[in-house]
């Protein structure tokens, strides 16, 4: 009876994927349209409300907050020493992503865009152990702050699989090259919360923050790489490469 049973789960299963619609949040773009460089685009920007709170049946998560889970930096030497560890980062803001230069070759379904964030808050905690000039920053407690300007140009390869019959579209990891022009930063409980030394502390820390930043932007890259690369290839595992992009 239970193998019975678990036959027809797998088969209704398997018509689900076979007979799956396309929903009405997303646009489908033919591989013959001239101006499917901004039709794409327009379907990116038709699914950013699901996005920022995830599609539950396509199994896509929610993109914010974004986790940073460790990030830490040791490096200089003794007298010049920068020892900060982060952890649980929360970045917010990714949903408010702003896409453009976006070039697509429908064939290879190669992507080519750049994108940009006019600011994305961050919340976490810290330790830090640092020499910077001649202040030597000693504390651990809660971190927040902000980017300006992030930047990014990304590259979103594929190649095509065959999965019962059907051609489907397979996308590598996703390539981010990020700048991000400032950002902002506090530690909270620097010198156990001295209202002198760490609001101080604080300010010298923003002046020399691009070693903090060299350190995290790997970090950045990667959560969002392996974000939106998961994203994609939830969408395109189930529905067809004709499905996405029909030839008429």
């Known amino acids: 009876m239970y193998t019975f049973i678990t036959r027809i789960c797998v088969a ?39 996005l920022k709170v995830g599609i539950p049946e396509l199994e896509v998560p929610a993109i914010e907050p974004l986790v940073l889970k460790h990030v830490r930096l040791l490096r200089g030497p003794q007298a010049a020493r ?15 992503f702003k896409i453009r230069d976006l070039k697509i070759d429908p ?5 080519t865009f ?12 810290y330790k830090i152990n640092a020499q910077i000039l001649l202040l030597h920053l000693v504390g651990e407690g809660g971190l927040t702050g902000t980017f300006f300007n992030y930047d ?14 059907n051609t489907h579209v397979n996308f ?14 506090n530690l909270d409980n620097l010198f156990g919360g ?16 691009d070693l903090l930043l060299d350190e995290i932007k790997p970090a950045l890259e990667d959560s969002l790489s392996d974000l939106f690369t998961n994203i994609a290839n939830k969408i395109t595992g189930i529905f067809t490469y004709d499905e996405l992009f029909p030839n008429n």
Not at 88 to 96: A, C, D, E, K, R
Not at 114 to 125: A, S, T, Y
């Open 107 to 111: 064939e290879n379904v190669l992507i």
């Open 172 to 185: 590598e990891r996703m390539k981010f090259k990020i700048k991000i022009e400032k950002a902002r930063i």
């Open 194 to 209: 001295d209202p002198i030394l760490g609001p101080a502390s604080n300010e010298v820390l923003n002046a020399n923050n």
């Open 114 to 125: 750049k994108v940009g964030f006019d600011k994305l808050n961050f919340r976490g905690k």
């Open 82 to 96: 920068l020892d900060v560890n982060l952890t649980n980062i929360q970045v917010f803001g990714p949903s408010t």
């Open 12 to 50: 209704y299963a398997l018509l689900a994927v076979a007979f799956a619609e396309i929903p009405s949040y997303m646009k489908i773009c033919s591989r013959k349209d001239p101006n499917i460089n901004n039709c794409v685009l327009n379907s990116i920007e038709q699914l950013r409300g699901k």
């Open 152 to 165: 990014s140009d990304c590259l979103l390869k594929s190649h095509k699989i065959v999965k019962n019959n």
